[in-house]
């Protein structure tokens, strides 16, 4: 197999969805220069994205959606562009409206096409996975899984399964799939949080999908559980062609928009289990909120995609990294911990698997499924 390779862009350092969203802090931008300082991205495994045509999109999205998206970016808020979501509090018109997810998008339609003959590719920018076909949903603007899936499908691979461990249900890649019995979809995500969709009862029109509500609290115990016995046993027996990971770092107990307990190491196993799954491998961001947070659970992703060895102590110029990292107006229910500067890893953080948990994994472990 060949070496993985990361996509990325210098636009994520650039552009802001303004000073007080939640994602006005830096993510990708952070990864890359992590994993740079470690010594972990050479030249040779870094692709930049290119942005995504307009007609590239519409695959999926409706063309007066792209078109009002580029009208955004233009021409600036508009009352006629709130009917296409675009100008509200959770998605606002700013200089690169258009651009930025453009070159998301741009990011995995570059990944299908690297993975045509197989292979391993991350694409952290992406896991935009709350877009709709004709508006912007929950800070995303474009669903880049949706196209990614139906790009790898153009290259040759019939049947995907997409793995969603954002703690947010991933509405708008349900909308796309939920009918098609060649396409599995896992989402595990925080129960009575927004969207408020992804029921533990709700299989999809194929019964092809398998979703996941966990409660408060949700450990690293209870992720091992759900990987052992719903992932891995549910991709297995779908014997996929890809495998889509959309890794969302707003699990992790320092995330200020989730009340999940997970360390980044539960991510980075569940990035670990899922490789050899399938021949052709895309691992997509998502959310999370925490500067420090994200940074360091995404650049571990890249360790282990990559077989990189995540020291105890960071050197001097990974340090550096984070130290420089400010996240304005930040919660008090969050305090910067000193070993976000100083550490890759978090502490293991197991807990008590729940009879609430065993009971939901035992339903979807009865059910028929592909």
Known sequence: MQAPIFIGHEIYRHSSYGGRHPLRVPRVSTV????????????????????????ALTVW???????????????GPAPHLRGFG????????????????????????????LLRDG?????????????????????CYLND?????LALRR??????????????????????FRD??????????????????GALEDAGGAGTVFNLPVPAGFNDTEMQAALHELILPRVAAFRPDAVVLQCGADAVEEDPLSRLTLSNRALWSVVAALREAAPRYLVLGGGGYNPWSVGRAWAGVWAVLAGAEVPDRLPEPAEAV?????????????????????????APRPGPLRPELRERLARLAARDGP
């Open 32 to 55: 890359m220069d992590l994993t740079r300082a470690l010594g972990w991205l050479p030249d040779s495994a870094f692709r930049r994205s290119p942005r995504a045509l307009p007609q």
């Open 61 to 75: 999205h409706s063309p007066a959606y792209i078109a009002a998206l580029q009208e955004a970016e233009a021409q």
């Open 86 to 113: 675009l100008g509200t509090p959770s998605n606002p018109v700013f200089p690169e409206v258009w651009r930025r997810p453009a070159t998301s998008a741009g990011g995995v339609l570059l990944a299908a096409d």
């Open 119 to 139: 292979g391993v590719v991350y694409a952290p920018a992406g896991g935009t996975h709350h877009g709709l076909p004709d508006r912007a949903n929950g800070f």
């Open 145 to 149: 899984p949706v196209l990614a899936m």
């Open 155 to 176: 290259h040759g691979a019939r049947r995907i399964a997409y793995v969603d461990i954002d703690a947010h249900h991933c509405d708008g890649v349900d909308l796309a």
């Open 180 to 197: 098609d019995p060649d396409t599995l979809l896992i989402s595990v995500h925080e129960e009575r949080r927004w969207p408020f969709t």
């Open 322 to 346: 984070l130290r420089a990292l400010v996240w304005h107006d930040a919660p008090r229910s969050k305090p910067v911990q000193p070993h976000w500067f100083t550490t890759l890893a978090d």
